[in-house]
């Protein structure tokens, strides 16, 4: 097949969940298929980055668009009560240079991801797919919780917008993913139960046990602008820590992932390292002894509990994020949804090392049974050409 991907970022570096997941598919889709990108990107795509993708696209293509007019177009949508997220990455700039790609390559099928995309093929005639990768909807509604003021109308907006644009998908597209079982039970649609479910997989080949010096007790890896991952880390500093404190006196603590907010870099101090970005985000797994991701917010799938359970690294988290991962309490991970639960299950596995070492292989188990990039490539595929020989009228056997 001849496939179109349309994504809202360039997908690399991988430091962030999006993209993590649109270069893995591409990756694997070009094992077998001819594969064009097309990306808008409010930053400069680096050289570098390019040559990442390069061996497995026939060719990219990239349009830059500069944030005045996004955050013009931002006002525009909200004036007309549309999403204010499919503003910021729409542009008159963008839809041009889409519909010239698109007349070049003719593809068999397109493949979106997110629903920031919908305004480039609403019009398109080609089959399509998209990947919502997660609930936005939700996303926007679990933030309003501890939003206050002006912040939670604009999230209240935006949550009533992304619903509406979500339902709206399923007139617009041939077939629908997304990454986890909860995250389309969140999208409320008559047709909910034909969103096919896509699941995340770790590189078992990169994230693999590392010997390394433990020169931390706990870990939090993400990044660090996005808002979950602010929440998540600045309650586990200020709330959970000091508990895990008045029973491990010297724990230390590492917050690691890129372009921290001034809040969370506030949040070091001699017994919390905020490291930024680092090169190698397996040195801070392999240098720690607990991995803990206490999500508040947030959905989808959490690639950073799949790569810590790769490299054998005991988890705790929060139901919020299991409900995706799936992983068995007690055995495979612990999960924790009260400040003082959670900080007891990281004690329970600082102070029990033998347990500990048991949960971190059961759960690496876990993750390579069920998370396999190849795998869930192949039911992409799948889907993709069934959309296709669904639009040119023949037949389709699973």
């Known amino acids: 097949m001849k496939i179109l991907v349309v994504l809202p970022r360039f997908p690399y570096p991988l430091e962030k969940g999006d993209k993590l997941r649109a270069f ?34 026939k060719a990219i293509r990239v349009v830059r668009s500069p944030k005045l007019v996004n955050y013009k177009n931002v006002l525009r949508n909200y004036l007309s009560t549309k999403s204010l997220q499919l503003g910021y990455w729409d542009s008159v700039k963008a839809r ?5 790609f698109e007349r070049m390559v003719m593809p068999d099928v397109l493949y979106n991801q997110m629903v920031r995309t919908m305004p480039l093929v ?16 939700m996303n926007f509604e679990r933030r309003m919780d501890s939003a206050r003021f002006l912040l939670h109308y604009f999230l209240h907006f935006e949550f009533k917008m ?6 709206n998908a399923f007139k617009i597209f041939d077939a629908l993913t997304i990454i986890s079982e909860p995250d389309s039970d969140a999208i409320p649609h008559q047709r909910n139960s034909d969103i096919h479910i896509i699941p995340n997989g770790v590189d078992f080949e990169y994230f693999k046990p590392i010997s390394c010096p433990k020169q931390y007790d706990i870990v939090f890896c993400g990044n660090m602008n996005y808002e979950p991952n602010v929440r998540a880390a600045t309650y586990l500093a200020q709330v959970i820590m000091p508990i895990v404190w008045g029973e491990v006196p010297q724990a230390k603590l590492l917050l690691a992932g890129a372009s921290p907010r001034g809040s969370v870099r506030k949040l070091q101090s ?12 397996r040195q801070c797994y392999a240098s720690s002894k607990v991995f803990a991701a206490p ?30 991962l799936r992983a068995q309490h007690g055995t495979q991970v612990l999960v924790g949804d009260t400040a003082q639960a959670f900080a007891q299950h990281i004690i329970t596995l600082l102070q029990q090392p033998q347990q500990a070492q048991q949960m971190a292989l059961a759960g690496s ?33 699973n």
């Open 295 to 324: 999500m508040l917010s947030g959905s989808g799938l959490q690639n950073k509990l799949l790569e810590a359970m790769s490299m054998q690294l005991p988890c705790v988290t929060t139901s919020i994020a299991n409900a995706s």
């Open 162 to 167: 992304l619903r509406s644009t979500e339902y």
């Open 24 to 57: 893995n598919q591409i990756k694997e889709l070009s094992k077998t298929n001819d594969i064009y990108l097309f990306c808008v990107s409010h930053t400069p795509v680096q050289p570098a980055h390019l040559e990442m993708l390069r061996p497995y696209c």
């Open 365 to 397: 188990q876990y993750v390579k049974d069920n998370f396999c990039w190849s795998k869930s490539s192949q039911q992409l595929e799948q889907i993709l050409q069934q959309v296709v020989n669904q639009k040119s009228g023949t037949c389709t056997t």
């Open 270 to 281: 001699s017994l919390i390292t905020v490291s930024g970005t680092v090169p190698d985000i």
């Open 122 to 137: 609403s019009r398109s005639s080609y089959p399509k797919v998209m990947d919502f990768q997660d609930a936005l909807s």
């Open 96 to 100: 041009k240079a889409y519909k010239a």
